[in-house]
């Protein structure tokens, strides 16, 4: 099992930064990629950004030009870092951290983050 630890502020300003962290313990080890997924009420979850465990990144169209995915692994537990920039109402979800391996997908338990104008 891959256990996840999400952090970050929820209530930001319109235009400004959002940084989020996920930390994944446990079977870290099989991990080959994390990422962050967005959900909004009524609407399909979509892609933020993800990376894998060689550092490739894919990043989601609403937010390419504005999103940077970083990794780090240290003492058997990884942790990624979403920075989103350029902040807007559209970018209010409920943001869930992912971790895969060669075989399950895990969830952390959602950030609420909200965008006010």
């Known amino acids: 099992q891959v256990q996840l630890v999400e952090s970050g502020r929820g209530l930001m300003q319109f235009g400004g930064s959002l940084r989020l962290s996920c930390a994944a313990s446990?079977?870290?080890?099989?991990?080959?990629?994390m990422g962050w997924y967005r959900q909004v009420p009524g609407k399909q979850r979509e892609l933020v950004a993800t990376?894998?465990?060689?550092?490739?990144?894919?990043?989601g169209d609403a937010v390419q030009g504005r999103a940077t995915i970083t990794r780090d692994s240290a003492h058997d537990k990884i942790t990624v870092v979403l920075d989103l920039t350029g902040l807007t109402p559209e970018d209010t979800a409920v943001y869930c951290c992912?971790?895969?391996?060669?075989?399950?997908?895990?969830w952390g338990q959602g950030t609420q983050v909200t965008v006010t104008s």
């Open positions: 992912n971790a895969e391996d060669f075989l399950t997908k895990f």
């Open positions: 446990g079977r870290s080890f099989s991990v080959v990629r």
């Open positions: 990376i894998t465990n060689r550092d490739r990144t894919e990043y």
